[in-house]
């Protein structure tokens, strides 16, 4: 990953965590190590999806359901894992995503 990388993905990490209280979205825990999931997969954005609308702070209990999610596309098992359900908890949409991927690349 080349510096710039780096530091885009470092630049995700600490605005999604800041802008979700450092708090998972889905459970509310507080005490745990959260991961910045991606909530569309970053191969299926431009540039990686590296993007506040496309993050969002989960617990690793819940970043599992959602990577389940990403792999099976099922939600009979995890209901609220959905992209969409995602997107809504913070006021984001695939779309906003994409389209600030797209900006996205003139930094990358």
């Not at 605005?15 to 889905?26: A, N, P, S, T």
């Not at 954005?45 to 617990?59: A, F, Q």
């Not at 009979?76 to 797209?102: G, R, T, V």
Request: charged share 25%.
């Amino acid at each position: 990953m080349g510096k710039n990388k780096k530091l885009i993905r470092e630049l995700f990490r600490s605005k999604v965590f800041e802008r979700d209280g450092y708090v998972c979205r889905v459970c509310f825990k507080t005490s745990e190590v959260l991961d910045a999931h991606h909530i569309t997969d970053r191969n299926e954005m431009p540039n990686g999806g590296y993007v506040l609308e496309n993050g969002i702070s989960l617990c690793s209990e819940c970043h599992l359901k959602a990577e389940h999610f990403h792999i099976t596309e099922k939600t009979k098992h995890f209901p609220n894992f959905h992209p969409d359900d995602l997107y809504s908890l913070i006021n984001s949409s695939f779309e906003k995503a994409w389209n600030a991927s797209q900006a996205l690349s003139s930094y990358i």
